[in-house]
């Protein structure tokens, strides 16, 4: 099981490479989306907001729920880390039921262009 810091820094990475996406990718894509990543083996979730200057705030809350973000993640620990890595495809990760992803459909969309 990957620690808490370790899915921080899996997240900062993530946002990274949000941010070598181009301009106009991104003007097409994003639209301004809060965004939550729950990781049920850490009893954690993180919250941040998507946008065309990229993905930023993904911060912890020690497992306090209360906001309900636009785009829902759930991913274990571990999964986040190899995804995230790209010892995980997204597609087969949905399809085996190893990642939950609940948005509006047309987020959804947007963000199978992206990743």
């Known amino acids: 099981m990957a620690t808490v810091e370790e899915c921080r820094a899996a997240l900062r990475k993530?946002?990274?490479?949000?941010d070598e996406v181009d301009?106009?990718?991104?003007?097409?894509?994003?639209v301004e989306r809060s965004v939550s990543c729950h990781v049920p083996d850490l009893d954690?979730?993180?919250?941040?907001?998507?946008?065309h200057g990229g993905l930023e705030s993904l911060d912890g809350d020690g497992g306090v729920p209360g906001?309900?973000?636009d785009i829902r993640l759930t991913i274990s620990s571990d999964d986040l880390?190899?995804?995230?890595?790209?010892?995980?495809?997204m597609a087969r990760a949905l399809l085996g039921g190893r990642v939950k992803v609940e948005a509006s459909i047309g987020d959804l969309f947007r963000l199978r262009r992206l990743l």
């Open 81 to 89: 880390v190899s995804l995230v890595d790209g010892e995980l495809d």
């Open 14 to 18: 993530l946002a990274e490479q949000f």
């Open 44 to 51: 954690t979730t993180f919250y941040g907001r998507i946008h």
């Open 23 to 30: 301009e106009e990718t991104k003007a097409k894509h994003v």
């Open 67 to 69: 906001r309900q973000a």
